[in-house]
């Protein structure tokens, strides 16, 4: 007998709830280490256990639809990979529609779930919150590869979105003890911007939330913020830079986390951050140097690049760049492999709790 479990968002927030960070990251971890070496990986047929092909786009009138198909080895609470490092082989599909308008309500996402035996779909998944969570375990793994040089203590936002929102309760969480101010750039005020800083500040009382408004990267003052920022996260559409960088803009020892554009003609900072910063750290080096704009614009060649899963696979000595003066960015275009290592946590968690609607002999 075949079923489907169907998870709807509200399943997926009672699945969140109560899944652990730091398994979360873990999951994550996992699939960057075996990407960058995973030339290497084969299974008992002899295929690639990772998978990722370059996202499929179809374009309608009213919005871009983005299809992820990947297939990678994923690691769960309840068992872990085995000694070749690999888990349980895992195959799914995210399918993410960007509206060409306002996307007031977030990006519609759907994760289908394959059963490799059978080739037929086992679980379909909300993916609206995954995708901000994924990216955030991405964007916390790197801070623990390249800490600031002092425990953070300021984090600055531009955007207000679900990827905004995601960071800043991941990154509160891990840095509670110092990250006290938070501030998100945007360019003009919204009921959503508002709605994230009273309920990020009910969840965080100790904690100071701003929101900072700037139409334009030339406006006054926007600079002042992004020099305060220990960590700077950019989560936009933005086809310029969101601001003008010079000798003090960012600060000393900041990190950069861009996770916004994924087209050429997309940009969230400008050529001299990009090619005067100390170091370049990327999910995908073939990924980001097809799709990001910051890149492609600087010229940035793949040498000058360093993967994420090099760091984690000791592959790349991180010492070098231990001083408290360098300024590092992550860039951060989404690998698939990274939906299905957190879309597979949350059905098996769902699956523990008795969540989403099954469907029977549904072939």
Known sequence: MSTIRILTSNDVDKVLDNLSPELAIKSQAHLFELFSRAEALKDTQGHNVIQTPHRITVSSEDSTMLFMPSRAPT???????????????????????????S???????????????????KAIVNARKLTALRNACG???????????????????FGSGAQCYSHTILFLKLYSSSLKNVTFVIRSLTPRAEKVIKDLSSKFPQVKF????HASAESEGLNEVVKKGDIIVTATSSTKPLFKSDSSTPGKGSRLILIGSYKPTMKEIDSNLTKNSSLLVVDSKDACLRESGELIESNIQKDQLVELGETLNKEYEIKSHNNDD??????????????V??????????????LGNIIENYD
Do not use: C, W, Y
Request: charged share 15%; aromatic share 4%; hydrophobic share 40%.
């Open 341 to 354: 290592a957190i879309t597979n946590l949350v059905v098996e968690e769902a699956e523990k709790l008795s």
């Open 139 to 157: 964007s916390a793994l790197f801070l623990q590869q390249f800490p600031n040089p002092t425990p953070p203590k300021h984090l600055v936002l």
């Open 75 to 101: 690691i769960s609470s309840s068992s872990s990979s085995n000694e070749n490092g690999r888990g349980n082989n895992t195959t799914s599909i995210k399918i993410v529609s960007v509206p060409n308008g």
């Open 210 to 213: 701003e929101l900072a408004v």
């Open 326 to 339: 360098d300024i590092i960015i992550f860039k951060s275009v989404g690998l698939g492999i990274q939906d």
């Open 103 to 121: 996307g007031a309500d977030g990006l519609p996402a759907t994760t289908l779930v394959m059963n490799e035996k059978t080739g037929k779909v």
